[in-house]
């Protein structure tokens, strides 16, 4: 390849002396090992720097969320230790006011005389005492009430049966409170209701009371006790409840034991894991114990239930009073919370409050990960700004060389390329040349360089006619250019030979540097695409006569088979007495198979009628060929009890006939794949899509049917493809390719989604405009 200097510039490398350097300069420059190694220290310590600072903020932000749920936490633990003591308050002053009430003390003096439970049970002060403060306690949320005398036996009830026998609210108050305060409030207690009708005395149910208890006195004299039955399920819980802080938090009390003293929001997860019988209440029958494992998770703890230790909660509440844990715990249900609480001397319980530990951190741990991304970024980035220097240093230094290299590998390719390649300058006149377009051309590379290269190889059109160089794009270095359809270049014997090429000026603002010009010799794809165009209209005529084969050869027998099918129907109607059992089945099998042979023959002449029309498309209003389909297929539809749902279809271009006989072949297979006991429920639903295609119509036909594996979801559009035996479900297997087919002619497609026993979508794209028909 040879090149000139004026012409091919921009293939030399220009090379020059190095400037003169210092000694500061040749330690930093990227060969010395300061400047390898400066830009790596800096990003190091920026890093460090950085992380420094996230871990400092990170340490304050998860200090700063705890405190402020600490701060959280003990504002819903006070408010619900006050709203408790408002409520307990209200109950005792109810029962203070009722045994200061002169009418009860004097029934409870008049009662205290009645030596036997009937007597109780038919005195007018017992009577008195029901019809009073019965209806009172009733509207006030009150279980009932109970007047006992100094040595505890029950003197006045609403029941008979306690009337007489000792009472045991007197065992549940603590006595000298009572004695000092004159009323008390008992904590929740479990009562075994017994069947009086029973010889054995059997504890049939349980029931959960609490009591306020108030003395009654005339003067100093204790004339006895009155006690206000009270359902801790109600009222007493719901002081607890309102407590809680978040989602997921939970405010609860509990006694000395850590026994729960209220009901608990996650009674259904106790109950799952079997820490809670079902339907009983949790108040009494839950201890606050640690089983060490999640056991919401389905985690099992290791030790039995006895050894299990209280939570940190309860036992801190138990034993030091009051105390928090921000750090979190595992509560009753292994769950990571974290709490704070309080012991309530007077009341004798411990109130805890409770929120999961995720929830409440969560915020400060989306703000953490916030920083560690932040930290990240920044350490990437000095890492990169690093990268960067150093690429930029040795980027600087060895451009020269990669220019120089580029250059040598340009003319490598220039002479080793497959396609012909040479150089013009602004006149047309080559510059340089390769060998592969030597070769192609005939010439010998001194034969052209510096030869106007239109006069030699461009001449002549393919008709021998003179090709002007003022006509020619080609060869003129201004603007690029490619060479039009049946181009020739002649060769040095005078042959013309089909090539393809293009021009590309070296610099479009100064024509004089010239340009490149490629070629190739398209003789051999000339002679594969007229071999390609002969093939495509002999494989056009085989399918259009093995089309025609294939209906002439359905419709040629159908006559056999009307035979078969009327001599059987004469059989069966004549003979069929006279045939014995095997003759009647094989008889019935004839039918049957002759029935079936038609239908197959049938959907056999409509698959191959899809491409045998030759009318042009006509707009069609796809929801009114719905609507005719729905229209043939109503007794069928009426028999299954179908509900069809349709939505406004677009109108599209297409075959009238063969729309009517895709959807009705979609929606026959909806009617007739369904599930057993229920009822069909099919939705038709269209919209229009643009896209790079254009507009396209997308119908989705949907059903409730029996469905089938997404593994199938091809395998059902082939020919005589079932999934499904006769047994089941009728059919030839024909319906669903006979779609595809309608479809793909259409310049669309059919494709379908399915799950066994969810039903079947099938997706039909169609384009809303088209030209004519195939």
Known sequence: MNTTPAGDSYLRTSTGD????????????????????????????????????????????????????????????????QRF????????????????????????????????????????????????????????????????????????????????????VLDLVNASRLASAGVVLTRPHIVDVIDSTDSAARAVDEEILMYAVATVRDGDELLGYLALRIDPLSEY???????????????????????????????????????????????????????????????????????????????????????????????????????????????????????????AMAGANQARAVLRVFAVAMALSFILL???????????????LATHEANQRLS?????????IYGIDGDGVVTFINPRACSML????????GKTMHAIVHHSRRDGSLFPREECSIHCAGVPAESPDGDVFWTKNGQPIPIESASSPIDPNDKSIGAVVTFRDVTNRKRDELALRRYAQELKRSNSELQEFAYAASHDLQEPLRKIQAFGERLNNKCYDALDETGRHYLERMVDASTRMRRLIDDLLSYSRVNSKTTNFLAVDLSAVVADVLSDLEPRINAEEAKIRVSDLPAIEADPGQMHQLFLNLLANALKFRRPGVLPSISIEGSVEVGENGAMARI??????????????????????????????DGTGVGLATCRKIAERHAGELTAWGEPDAGAVFTLLLPVRQGSAM
């Open 237 to 359: 819980t719901a002081t607890f409840r309102v407590g809680r802080t978040g989602v997921s938090g939970e405010t609860f009390a509990i006694d000395s034991e850590g026994r729960l003293l209220t009901e608990t929001r996650y009674g259904e997860e106790l109950v799952e894991a079997d820490l809670l019988v079902a339907g009983h209440p949790s108040i009494l029958h839950v201890e606050i114990r640690d089983p060490g494992v999640d056991v919401t998770m389905g985690g099992i703890p290791a030790r039995p239930y006895a050894d299990w230790p209280l939570t940190e909660a309860a036992l801190g509440v138990t034993t030091e009073g009051q105390g928090h844990n921000l750090q979190g715990y595992r509560d009753m249900r292994g769950v990571l919370v974290m709490g704070a609480w309080d012991w309530d001397p007077a009341r004798d319980i411990g109130i805890i409050t409770e929120v999961e530990l995720g929830e």
């Open 442 to 449: 005939g010439y010998r590379e001194d034969e052209l360089i």
């Open 18 to 81: 190095d400037e003169p350097k210092s000694a500061l300069q040749r330690l930093t420059d990227t060969d010395g090992w300061v400047g390898q190694v400066l830009p790596g220290l800096v990003a190091v310590t920026c890093i460090f720097i950085v992380a420094l600072a996230v871990m400092a903020g990170e340490g304050r932000l998860m200090s700063s969320a705890r405190e402020t749920n600490l701060r959280t936490l003990e504002t819903v633990l006070r408010n619900t230790r």
């Open 700 to 729: 989705a036909v949907a059903d409730n049917g029996v469905g089938f594996e997404p593994r199938h979801a091809e395998r059902i559009f082939g020919m005589f493809e079932r999934l499904h035996g006769r047994d089941e479900f």
């Open 85 to 168: 003591e408002l409520w307990a308050q209200s109950r005792e002053n109810d029962a203070r006011v009722w045994a200061e009430n002169g009418r009860v003390q004097a029934a409870l003096e008049e009662l205290a005389s009645l030596p036997v439970p009937a007597a109780l049970a038919a005195s007018p002060q017992q009577e008195w005492m029901r019809d009073t403060v019965g209806p009172w306690l009733t509207e006030y949320g009150y279980r009932g009430f109970t007047l006992m005398a100094p040595n505890g036996s029950t003197l006045a009830s609403m029941r008979d049966d306690d009337l007489g026998q000792p009472s045991l």
């Open 386 to 400: 690093a990268v960067l220097f150093s690429a930029h240093r040795s980027i600087t230094r060895r451009r020269a």
């Open 412 to 420: 490598q390719i220039l002479m080793t390329a497959a396609e012909g």
